[in-house]
């Protein structure tokens, strides 16, 4: 495939005219940057990923990391040295506590450079992302030991981090953990038992890893309640802060995958020795506190996954389309037989549905990432509150629809390749089997259905999701102001219609909790289009008035049409899934599996 290029003009775009980050870098928080300074970092930080870290995914997912007979980790080559570069260019600290080394910027930034990174290695995006989660987690509660010991040095890159939850009886249930924590009588805590599926477990790039474990205490209450978190080194830690003694941890091995092969996931074993030593982050039985902490930045980040390889297959297919020449277009002369496939009816049809679908992903992510700054940002308490709301309704949303859609966009390059997209030759497989994991990690799209139904519909009582369907009516009535996009707000407003169908439904039907479940798939699907629909259509407003501004006009009527075909196009299924959502349980139940 060609040569990744960073989608720079629609995230500066989207920042600036549809989610108003210039607002946000009004607030104190933010007060020593601006729009300009924010774009040169996410241009420049752009530049160095697209030179330096896309050119280590073909041999990344080729030759994978490697569990050697003497129990270290080998990564392919080059990861080492674009780490390093990575580590030197600071990029990974944009947006953490300027104290601790970091930039300061606000995380919707963190987000654009995270899909930079997406697409341009997944696998390698994974260490920063992970250690990413242990530095909010040690950010949020860790006592001044533990954040002086570790967190400037997780800031920098310079040591990676990781999250231990899974077990093999303890997957997506992580209240049947069995990993134990014996106290030691100074402060520390011994560690015994085995993890599986952590990723990045151990590796050559950084110089210490930094595990985050959730484990249980003695007397814990069963259940998740008895759960807590500790913060378990590769290496010991001297008082002068240089790396001491091995601590008793391993891994045992790797898993052999269908993708993301440079991303090494280990089984690891802690107290193989007696006991590996630990600190507790916060009070015991806050450990899924502190999970969630990691894990609503970790969800957002893993819809990014979705956006980032869908950004990036769409490029190869954009430009493959453009090339490849075979059989004769409908509608060129009969002789004619050197016109592109770009021009054939459904190769159009696909690489429409992937823009679309793309921009979809691309503006609900930064909603999220814009409404999560906004919570730790802005002054008022009701616009701080209704940012928090909306960056937790739509957490599950962005975790889930993205991922889904990842899956169905670098599914649909694949089909645009025809014959050459099924030969790894030509790279576009990678990253659809890439793509398969981030769905299931993270907690399941399933599960993110349940938290949608089950913890965040019922926030103020209903009232977040009444707020979030009146802000979209809101734009509906922006969008019926404006002949051109009159078909967008009509669109828009069938599939916001059936979205409350459903969801009424699902209110009046909230005390049989097994028949709401049996629909709560369908129903985030239905959720992630109408966001998807949502932003699009604020994507035609802006870009309509910034033309009549005399900005760029063919972006703009590009943006336009990419609104109305994911609102012809998609934005009707909404409806039919509004049978699916509400059939109960019943049939479900009574069938034979």
Request: aromatic share 6%.
């Amino acid at each position: 495939m060609q040569d990744y290029t960073p989608p720079l003009d629609d995230i500066r775009f989207l920042l600036d005219r549809v989610l108003d980050l210039p607002a946000l870098l009004e607030t104190e928080k933010f007060s020593e940057l601006d729009s300009e300074t924010v774009h040169d970092a996410i241009e420049a930080a752009g530049t160095f990923i697209a030179e330096v870290i896309a050119p280590t995914n073909a041999i990344g997912d080729q030759v994978g990391t490697q569990l050697q007979p003497d129990g270290t980790m080998v990564t392919p080559e080059g990861f080492k040295e674009a780490y390093a570069k990575l580590v030197e260019a600071g990029w990974g600290a944009l947006t953490f506590d300027p104290a601790y080394g970091g930039g300061g910027f606000p995380e919707a930034v963190g987000i654009a450079l995270q899909e930079f990174m997406v697409s341009s290695n997944m696998a390698f995006s994974m260490a920063p992302l992970l250690t990413q989660g242990s530095i909010h987690a040690i950010n949020s509660v860790a006592d001044e030991y533990v954040t002086e010991t570790y967190l400037a040095k997780l800031v920098s890159g310079e040591w990676t981090g990781t999250m231990n939850l899974s077990e093999p009886e303890a997957g997506s249930d992580v209240g049947a953990l069995r990993t134990k924590a014996e106290p030691n009588g100074d402060g520390t805590w011994s560690i015994t038992g085995n993890k599986i599926y952590i990723s990045w477990g151990d590796h050559d790039m950084a110089d210490n890893v930094v595990h985050l474990v959730l484990a249980r205490t003695p007397d814990a209450p069963p259940g998740t309640k008895g759960i807590s978190c500790f913060i378990v080194p590769k290496f010991m830690v001297n008082d002068d802060g240089t790396l001491g003694e091995p601590n008793d941890l391993k891994v045992v091995s790797i898993e052999h995958k269908m993708g993301i092969n440079a991303s090494p996931t280990c089984t690891m074993s802690f107290g193989d020795q007696g006991g590996a030593t630990g600190w507790l982050l916060g009070n015991e039985f806050d450990g899924m506190r502190v999970m969630f902490v990691m894990m609503n930045m970790a969800r957002l980040s893993v819809g990014v996954q979705g956006l980032g390889l869908a950004e990036r297959t769409l490029q190869g297919a954009l430009a493959h389309a453009n090339e490849r020449v075979q059989g004769k277009v409908v509608g060129t002369p009969k002789e004619d037989r050197t016109s592109p496939i770009v021009g054939h009816p459904d190769v159009r049809r696909m690489l429409l549905d992937m823009r679309s679908i793309t921009e979809a992903m691309r503006g609900i992510c930064l909603m999220n990432a814009v409404a999560m700054d906004g919570a730790s940002a802005l002054s008022d308490e009701d616009d701080r509150q209704k940012a928090e709301d909306l960056n937790e309704l739509l957490i599950p949303i962005t975790k889930a629809w993205c991922t889904d859609m990842g899956v169905e966009v670098t599914s649909l390059a694949v089909q645009v390749f025809g014959g050459m997209g099924f030969v790894e030759e030509t790279g576009v497989s990678q990253f659809f089997r890439d793509a398969r994991i981030a769905p299931i990690y993270e907690g399941t799209n399933g599960i993110q259905a349940m938290d949608l139904v089950g913890r965040k519909l019922p926030m103020r009582a209903g009232g977040v999701v009444t707020d979030t369907m009146a802000n979209i009516r809101t734009t509906i009535d922006e969008l019926n102001g404006q002949e051109e996009l009159a078909g967008i707000a009509s669109r828009l407003s069938e599939a916001t219609d059936a979205l409350d169908e459903a969801t009424q439904w699902i209110f009046a039907n909230s005390g049989d909790i097994r028949d709401v479940l049996s629909g709560a798939t369908p129903y985030l699907r239905m959720w992630g289009l109408v966001v998807g629909g949502w932003v699009l259509g604020k994507s035609a407003l802006a870009a309509t008035e910034w033309a009549a501004e005399g900005g760029d006009e063919a972006f703009c009527t590009e943006k336009v049409r990419t609104a109305r075909w994911f609102a012809d196009q998609q934005l009707p299924a909404v409806a039919g899934l509004v049978p699916r959502a509400t059939a109960g349980a019943a049939l479900m139940d009574e069938a034979s599996l």
